[in-house]
């Protein structure tokens, strides 16, 4: 099945790719390698999902922020691959970011968010490496963003 279809049977939704505000590439392919830029959170309407984790969302709310950004994550890969998720080999790593309070100690289970979003996509193509982070800020006041990288064909 490709991954089209199956992002379709799930019910996902693609977002629109968006082009980087500062001086860097959204995505870049060096030999068979995939890198792509952290992407924030943001909703299907496109507005960021902002705030501190630990104080203004949850766990759970902050794991759907991170589901947003392999959403997204998707959508550029697609955008670099010509339109064709079929040359995706493998998701190599994610790195998470979370914008949490200084006692949140629950990283791991927010970046699930994205890592479930692209284990269940890409099947067993998507198990990867990954690192889930706490910052004290996030570009935009975002709560949540992840990095990817992937094996391409």
């Keep these: 099945m490709s ?5 379709k049977e799930m019910g996902l939704v693609l977002p629109k790719t968006t082009d980087p505000v500062g001086s860097y590439v959204a995505t870049k392919i060096s030999g068979n390698l995939l890198y792509i830029s952290g992407q924030i959170s943001m ?7 902002k705030g501190k984790v630990g104080k203004d969302l949850n766990t759970e709310q902050a794991y759907k922020a991170a589901q ?3 959403l997204n994550i998707i ?4 955008k670099a691959c010509s339109n064709d998720l079929s ?3 493998s ?3 994610l790195t998470g970011f979370v914008n949490s309070t200084n006692d949140f100690i629950e990283q791991p289970k927010v970046i699930n968010g994205a890592s479930d979003l692209i284990k269940d996509v890409f099947g067993d193509n998507g198990t990867h490496t990954r690192a889930a982070v706490s910052t004290n800020s996030l570009p935009l006041g975002v709560a949540v963003e992840v990095d990817a990288i992937f094996e391409i064909i």
């Design 43 to 49: 909703d299907a309407e496109g507005q960021l999902i």
């Design 91 to 93: 998701c190599i790593k």
């Design 3 to 7: 991954i089209d279809v199956k992002l």
């Design 75 to 78: 959508a550029q890969a697609k």
């Design 68 to 70: 947003r950004c392999a």
């Design 87 to 89: 040359k995706i080999k």
